[in-house]
């Protein structure tokens, strides 16, 4: 087994030392379902982590796909992020306001498009809080710069891909749904889905990998894994409902110094909608 990765996540204590550092740009990665009813943006206006900067999951991603904030393209990314002020040689540092949750995506999209400088804050924006360390209400201008996208094709899967590794089993399908959808017994929070997962996955819900929005020590991930059958020297795909709690279990693996990883973009928003796609019910 590798040695685990903890440059994929900063501590508070690490952001809160290095936050005036010139290379250091922080960027809250803030999204949520629509049931949830709240508005991300508006919430970075009210209050945020000193110095930065929003990033727009739903805005930066191909808004031409009828699938919700799939991953743009290079130069639509490069575009973005420069006018956001992140750049070649930055240690971008995502965080949420959920603990760990989205900025988990916005992580694996920096990675994506070939900038590994990058790490999740341990705990995001509560913990943050919870600490009493300062926050700011005002947006600040950002200078632009230059970003150089590299796209890691390695890193990503689309559904021919997906279909492909399940006939195969040359990839371990894992899924970070909750058990219940997994199984098909709840519905899913998308209409128009069919309920299930996809044969041959195996399923890790994301929270379990979780302690109140900071992701446990590398023995309890690897556990948790490995409880649910998870060959970690074998590679790993990761889906979830729309590829964002996927990127929980890749930042997980990155952790656990897995490096045969890879995500799922389109996951059950794309394979639950297509009947003529194969699909499983019950427990893993």
């Not at 087994?1 to 005036?20: G, Q, R």
């Not at 201008?141 to 195969?168: G, M, N, S, W, Y």
Request: glycine content about 8%; aromatic content about 8%; charged content about 30%.
């Amino acid at each position: 087994m590798p040695l685990s990765d903890p440059s994929c996540l900063v501590s508070t204590e690490w952001l809160a030392k290095h936050l005036s550092a010139p290379d250091v740009k922080v960027v809250d990665g803030s999204w949520y379902l629509p049931d949830a009813k709240r508005d991300p943006k508006s919430e970075f206006r009210d209050e945020h982590i000193e110095g930065s900067v929003f990033f727009d999951i739903d805005e930066i991603c191909d808004t031409k796909s009828p699938l919700p904030h799939m991953a743009p393209s290079p130069e639509k990314f490069a575009a973005r992020v420069r006018k956001l002020g992140l750049g070649d040689g930055n240690r971008i540092i995502i965080y949420d306001t959920a603990g760990l949750f989205s900025a988990a995506r916005v992580w694996w999209l920096f990675r994506l498009m070939g900038h590994e400088d990058v790490a999740v804050l341990d705990g995001g924006l509560p913990k943050w809080k919870s600490e009493g360390r300062p926050l700011e209400d005002l947006p600040r201008a950002p200078r632009e710069r230059h970003f150089t996208p590299r796209r890691d094709t390695t890193l990503i899967r689309d559904v021919t891909e997906v279909a492909r590794a399940a006939k195969l089993e040359n990839e371990q399908i894992v899924d970070a749904r909750s058990p219940s959808r997994f199984a098909g017994d709840d519905p899913e929070p998308r209409e128009g889905l069919r309920a299930g997962h996809i044969p041959g996955a195996k399923n890790v819900f994301y929270s379990d990998l979780l302690d109140n929005g900071v992701m446990k020590e590398p023995e309890a991930l690897r556990a948790v894994f490995e409880a649910a059958n998870v060959d970690l020297a074998k590679p790993v795909l990761t889906t979830c409902g729309s590829g964002v709690t996927a990127a929980i279990l890749a930042l997980a693996l990155q952790r656990l110094g897995h490096r045969n990883w890879a995500l799922y973009d389109g996951s059950w928003t794309e394979w639950g909608a297509f009947d003529e796609l194969p699909i499983a019910t019950g427990a893993a």
